[in-house]
T-cell receptor, first 114, second 114 residues
Framework: DQQVKQNSPSLSVQEGRISILNCDYT??????FLWYKKYPAEGPTFLIS?????DKNEDGRFTVFLNKSAKHLSLHIVPSQPGDSAVYFC?????????????FGTGTRLKVLA | DVKVTQSSRYLVKRTGEKVFLECVQD?????MFWYRQDPGLGLRLIYF???????EKGDIPEGYSVSREKKERFSLILESASTNQTSMYLC?????????????FGPGTRLLVL
């Protein structure tokens, strides 16, 4: 049962254009959402996050949007750069009995073409 | 800067061997996690720990055990390695503060079981 889904395994975008990566979730109890970027042979690095009580968070070229009614999350990268080429994972945090864990999506491989 | 280190980048082991994967973090984080990453499956949580000597099963704990004797160190143990445990193993840590939660990942250990 995949609680966090990234339905697009890959995405190609021209340099300078907008990249939009999508993520859907099923559990309405998730209270925090995060995006990570992963280069080959490296661990994921944190990119941006959003609390479930917000609908938008912006950090430089990166903006995350949260639509709770649709249980949908998206990451916008504007403008896209070749260095953004990586695998992007969305993750959702679930808190129970004072402990929490993160559920990850399957990832989307972004390729930014020069 | 948070640093999470993993004892090996690459490991080759034989079926039936006992395998130890070590993870150390230097930011006094309470929480530590072990994931495995497989193509098309994203990151799946094996075990996590929210305090010394405490451990919780993740989504796929079968065939694994963990040890957390010191706050900074979290070990993953494959009691009897099998070929289906060939994977990329990622360790992560995070603080307990609820705001701006994120996980910090190590570089990963690519394990091949022959």
């Amino acid at each position: 049962d995949q609680q966090v889904k990234q339905n697009s395994p890959s995405l190609s975008v021209q340099e300078g254009r907008i990249s939009i990566l999508n993520c859907d979730y099923t559990n309405s109890m998730f209270d925090y959402f995060l995006w990570y970027k992963k280069y080959p042979a490296e661990g994921p690095t944190f990119l941006i996050s959003i609390s479930s009580i917000k609908d938008k968070n912006e950090d430089g070229r990166f903006t995350v949007f949260l639509n709770k009614s649709a249980k949908h999350l998206s990451l916008h990268i504007v403008p896209s750069q070749p260095g953004d080429s990586a695998v992007y994972f969305c993750a959702a945090r679930h808190t129970t009995s004072g402990t929490y864990k993160y559920i990850f999506g399957t990832g989307t491989r972004l390729k930014v073409l020069a | 800067d948070v640093k999470v280190t993993q004892s090996s980048r690459y490991l080759v082991k034989r079926t039936g061997e006992k395998v130890f994967l070590e993870c150390v973090q230097d930011m006094d984080h309470e929480n530590m996690f072990w994931y495995r990453q497989d193509p098309g499956l994203g990151l799946r949580l094996i075990y996590f720990s929210y305090d010394v000597k405490m451990k919780e099963k993740g989504d796929i704990p079968e065939g694994y055990s963990v040890s957390r004797e010191k706050k900074e160190r979290f070990s993953l143990i494959l009691e009897s390695a099998s070929t289906n445990q060939t994977s990329m193993y990622l360790c992560a840590s995070s603080p307990s503060r609820r705001e701006k939660e994120t996980q910090y990942f190590g570089p990963g250990t690519r394990l091949l079981v022959l």
